[in-house]
């Protein structure tokens, strides 16, 4: 049976007419962009559609204009003949102004027309807010492509944006917006992407605006073993429950030319895991006779799903699926059968199918977002990182921004930003007071005027403010400077009219209160640990790490003292475990919040080290998947680290032990770590190397949420194109990326190969290294098992074989990925969570037990506007 596949390449191209009418619709709520279009040419009406379209200009700041060459025989509207090409930048962003909660059909429109005179026709991504739309390939839709997508904004801002993923340059030509009826489209959850719209007929017109007043392309396709039926009497297209199909559309209509034979229309499905629904138009277009009935049921799949069905006469109805289906073997098979007691055979006038699309990452927090937006206009800033939603994806984060992230259901929040050297002028704008949850502030090294605002001491979050090396005047207000005692850390050297008291000696450019004051003092001493540093790089080390005397830490955790560490842990008396750095103890603090205390051994050489960089990088890290810091103590001989107490220990005692731990509670386990993972990799800037993954470092919350621990071995690399950095090899046996430990090359590839490792221990609950099997260590051991393709044997016997096997194999595979020994074969741990979250959807679906409420069941619960007939 032909399908309907290739139709989906047919939409953009208008060799064939367009349905006129004499005059247009209302085109009220409709966004039609020609991308590309010079502002002075806009706007203009399209002759063929009579449509007003309008140069995107004003809704993108990137982006240069080309224009397609003429194909003899290839004829496009306006519209498609110019485009918007992005040869910088890897994301580019339309902002689009909308109505929150408002059901849009949103079209995009994309046409390369050899338009650089290479004929390197480009691939990417489309990007609908922070989720993934669709890929956009041009390689396989030479003659152009159009995207399009059901979706409900969840609030008044839309980005769209295309995102490079190879080395071809992305592009668009148009960009369309029309809003529907809220009561129309709508799925269980998600959004509906369109396969396609199709009118039963053997014209050759596509349909669209004006006389769709949605502005939806209905695209002519008819079967050989169909009979045309078609009507010149009116058809009632105003009582269909709101979708306002076009009365072109259902003046024709399809019937088997066998009366006694099923109307089937096939399609393929390009992953057949997706799910379906299916609008189908229908009206009785003939006058039936005293003794003629039609009446059919509708069919999915073996069963008979829906019905009887008869279409009201000259009046269209809408049917459709409530619940999404899954096609078996990715192919769906539609089929209209007759009944029994039907003297005449089905009918239908008009088919759309699409498959729905989850958008499972919440956009930044709309206040932070308005709040940024409005910084970002103040100062009049121009980064080309700047654009589509500040905080995700994690990869696309803007310049200057960090991020915390909760969980993908939860809005970001921005806790820092840094816009020091910027070139800004003016005055510390008032938008900054907005960003509610923001930590850390730094406007360093601008051209800023005017006073210190009351409103920074007001911020509950602000921790760390520098202003240094500007112009501000006046006076630090005295609520600022009692934030400064109480632990703020304020910088703001080099503003030579700036004085810290209401009274300002304008020929004095010192600071005179002390509290501030000090401030010159602890950059004196940051100098002379600087030149320290210096000497020892010069002077080979003895072997002993420096005393704390030598090194302070700078810190906006509490400073506790040593005698407080013994009271919260009444002496040391409950121990929690040990390591290198030494025994790890349980207390409180203030009699009610539990905290882990980890005490540096005196006898251990690298200890300070290792606790110096702990600290310095949890001060710059805020991310719900990595274990926080409460405070530290560093008095004399003693250092203690102090840690939020994670009730449940560690992952590798809970794989080890005789516990039992769900296949779903081991995929979370595994998301919870790798998110942790990618927020060093991807959301820090420098990025971080944690260098000792290991489920022993992975700690377990009271709701098995995982929290990565232990940064004592972690390294910042510098900022720039380094893909690496030489140092020595650390880590642990068994844990160690083998390129890393042969060519001392670090990379974030490495923590990679660690959490491979980490993976199949989750998987397998077997030991790392065990001398007792022929292979001793485990990705030896599960590569070898995997040649005898069954993975009962690798899996967790106490699993008792209760997993999704799809979603084990996957987990496996990708495991196995990411210790390949070759680094450059590795995954990124972005795919590694993107894989790891269509495992946990995978096994899901098996339990049922998902955050949507997609259906997997081939069973079609039909809503519809055509009242079934009894039997």
Known sequence: MKNLRGLLLAFLILSFGISDFPQAQDQQGFISLDCGLQANESPYT??????????????IKTGKSGKIQNVPGMEYIKPYTVLRYFPDGVRNCYTLSVIQDTNYLIVAMFNYGNYDNLNTHPKFDLYLGPNIWTTVD?????????????????STSLQICLVKTGTTTPLISALELRPLRNGTYIPQS??????????????????????DVHDRLWSPFFMPEWKLLRTSLTVNTSDD???????????TAATPANVSSPLTISWNLETPDDLV???????EIQSLRDNDT??????????????????????VGTLYNTSPVKCEGGTCHLQLIRTPKSTLPPLLSAIEAFITLEFPQSETNANDVVAIKSIETSYQLSRISWQGDPCVPQQFLWDGLTCEYTNMSTPPRIHSLDLSSSELTGIIVPAIQNLTELQKLDLSNNNLTGGVPEFLAKMKSLLVINLSGNNLSGSVPQALIDKVKKGLKLNIEGNPNLCSSSSCNKKKNSIMLPVVASLASLAAIIAMIALLFVCIKRHPSSGKGPSPSQQSIETKKRRYTYAEVLAMTKNFERVLGKGGFGMVYHGYISGTEEVAVKLLSPSSAQGYKEFKTEVELLLRVYHTNLVSLVGYCDEKDHLALIYQYIANGDLKKHLSGSSIISWVDRLNIAVDAA?????????????????????????????????LADFGLSRSFPIGDETHVSTRVAGTFGYLDHEYYQTNRLSEKSDVYSFGVVLLEIITSKSVIDHDRDMPHIAEWVKFMLTRGDISNIMDPKLQGVYDSASAWKAIELAMTCVNPSSLKRPNMSHVVHELKECLISENKRTGDIDTTRSIDINLSFGTDLNPKAR
Do not use: W
């Open 241 to 251: 429950g709101g979708y306002d199909i076009p009365e072109d559309v259902v003046v």
């Open 277 to 283: 629904y299916a609008y189908l138009h229908a009206a």
């Open 190 to 211: 998600g959004s509906l992407k369109r396969l396609f719209r199709v009118y039963l007929t053997d014209s050759k017109d596509t349909v669209r605006y004006p006389e």
């Open 138 to 154: 041009l390689q396989r839709h030479v003659n152009g492509t159009r995207a399009e997508i059901i979706h409900v904004p969840r």
């Open 294 to 315: 039609r009446e059919f049921n509708i069919s999915a799949g073996h069963d008979v799903n829906y019905g009887p069905v008869s279409p009201d006469e000259f009046l």
């Open 46 to 59: 399209e002759p063929m559609t009579k449509l007003t379209f309008r140069s995107d200009a004003d809704f």
């Open 675 to 707: 998110l942790g993972l990618e927020y060093l990799h991807i959301g820090c800037k420098p990025l971080i190397v944690h260098r000792d993954v290991k489920s022993s470092n992975i700690l377990l919350d009271d709701q098995l949420q995982a929290k």
